[in-house]
């Protein structure tokens, strides 16, 4: 089965048929398309990259069709933030890392939301989701917590 994949993330966006989310406090100094996902059923993930002048984030938006589980999403965030704390180079062996579950309240278009996270301890690093629209909102945030998000694209406050 063939299918017209989109190479422009804004043009997946303005396809897109569920939401998305971009960071507005901390106020962002820059918001850039991110990762995409489609498929021959359309646009199914969309994710924005976000810089502060404390750190960086990653919201990663994906449509629900009952095939995802969202209990899988805690094996993504640990995954995640195993991944960053890591180095690439060697690895000075024995490594200990400690996962520890932060669960995080944040402002959605004005209303509070509890996002599911882990973090790990004595680093910058947090990831966190939570279930808005039908849609898997995943954030990854390095150096900055996510205090509030808007919904964009279809039924959005902004855009």
Do not use: N
Request: charged share 25%; proline share 6%.
């Amino acid at each position: 089965m063939s299918f017209d994949f989109i190479h422009d993330w804004d043009e997946a966006a303005r396809s897109a048929s569920f939401p998305w989310f971009e960071p507005v406090r901390p106020a962002p100094d820059l918001i850039e398309g991110g990762s995409r996902g489609q498929g021959p059923d359309g646009v199914h993930q969309l994710g924005v990259r976000a810089t502060f002048p404390t750190g960086s984030a990653e919201i990663l938006t994906s449509r629900l069709d009952g095939g995802v589980r969202f209990t899988a999403w805690r094996r993504r965030r640990v995954d995640a933030l195993l991944g960053r704390a890591v180095p690439d180079d060697d690895v000075a062996l024995p490594l200990t890392i400690t996962v520890e579950q932060a669960d995080r309240v944040i402002d959605v278009d004005g209303s509070p939301v509890r996002f599911d996270g882990e973090q790990i301890r004595g680093a910058g690093w947090w990831v966190g989701t939570a279930v808005l629209d039908d849609a898997a909102v995943h954030i990854v945030a390095d150096g900055c917590a996510i205090e509030a998000l808007v919904r964009c694209g279809p039924h959005a406050t902004r855009r």
